[in-house]
């Protein structure tokens, strides 16, 4: 596991920020999913998918995975949540999180076959499914977090990614779509609705493809001048951006950071600048002492025009203009 990946899912698996994306997701916002109401579940996705009879089991690893328990109407809803996360687009993530899906799905249909072990009377049906004609499955929601601070340009469902648009064909394929919040998504209205640092984070990647905006945002939001090491370390990580990041009292000032950053890329700017400009100058001086020299040999007689203007790279006219030498006349 890289960094990134390792330091992405310590900070989705935070129980507040996973509940900020996911009521950011279905709910708009309104705290919804609420910390204490969520279970971490393994990672691993083991089943067996096809029925009773088969052997071979597929493994697969998520990001993170809870069980939410969400009141609705006084009745609690269980579902269960799992968030990928990705520093790098994936154009093969609808694929992905459908395996993801029905595993879990393929999971709970194995442990309810476990419950076959116990005296109870089924069918021929039910035993050869697995599953007993009252079973319900929990609902399964994966949502993709893009840490990237370009656009996701990727498929964003299987028929996406499918070698037909034939729409009377389609009907009979199922689709699958994707989740997704990525930060270029997000209108910047939108960060308002998040109740966590998480909405910080992805503010932060949208406006750190211009300085200027991101040193606007980091002034505006004081949140930005109160982070915890933690969320700084992390955007340090996944933009790139080299911030020193000093702390004091346990948070980082990241809009001084910004701050400090431009400075010295202003300073570095200028200190290239002018050595570029000396550099230059240096070679046009060249330039015109050799240019000199050539229109001296030519007034002597020891060059022909045509010889000198070739060494100088222009043409004769070009030569005879810049020396200001007068043509021959034969």
Not at 71 to 89: F, H, P, S, T, W
Not at 140 to 156: K, N, Q
Not at 181 to 210: H, N, W, Y
Not at 237 to 256: A, F, N, R, S
């Amino acid at each position: 596991m890289g960094r990134i990946d390792a330091e992405t899912k310590a900070f989705m698996s935070d129980p507040a920020r996973f509940a900020d994306a996911f009521n950011y997701l279905i709910y708009g916002g309104r705290p919804v999913i609420q910390p204490g109401d969520l279970k971490p579940l393994d990672t691993a996705e083991l089943a067996i998918p096809y029925g009773n009879s088969a052997r071979s089991p597929a493994q697969r690893f998520r990001d993170v995975l809870k069980l939410a328990s969400v009141m609705r109407d006084e009745k609690a809803i269980y579902v269960v949540l799992g968030a990928e996360n990705q520093a790098k687009v994936h154009y093969a993530m609808p694929v992905k999180d459908m395996l993801y899906d029905a595993l879990n799905y393929a999971g709970q249909v194995a442990k309810k076959k476990k419950d076959f072990q116990k005296p109870l009377r089924i069918t021929d049906e039910e035993y050869l499914s697995g599953f007993r004609k009252g079973d319900r499955l929990l609902p399964v929601i994966t949502l993709v977090i893009y840490f990237g601070a370009s656009e996701w340009d990727a498929p964003m469902s299987i028929h996406e990614m499918l070698s037909t648009d034939d729409q009377e064909l389609l009907r009979f394929v199922p689709d699958y779509r994707i989740n997704l919040i990525a930060p270029m998504g997000v209108p910047d209205e939108d960060f308002e609705k998040f109740r966590t640092d998480f909405g910080d984070v992805l503010q932060f990647i949208k406006a750190s493809v211009s300085k200027t905006r991101l040193l606007q945002i980091t002034e505006e939001n004081s949140r930005f001048s109160q982070m915890n090491r933690e969320t700084a370390e992390l955007l340090n990580l996944v933009t790139d951006e080299k911030l020193k990041l000093i702390e004091k009292e346990g948070k980082v000032d990241m809009c001084q950071a910004i701050r400090e950053l431009r400075e010295e890329s202003i300073a570095v700017g200028l200190k290239r600048g002018i050595a570029e400009g000396r550099l230059q100058g240096r070679a046009e001086g060249i330039a015109e002492g050799s240019l000199n020299t050539l229109a001296s040999l030519v007034k002597k007689n020891r060059l022909m025009v045509q010889e000198a203007a070739e060494e100088a790279g222009m043409t004769e006219e070009e030569f005879l203009e810049k020396t200001g030498i007068k043509p021959r006349l034969n």
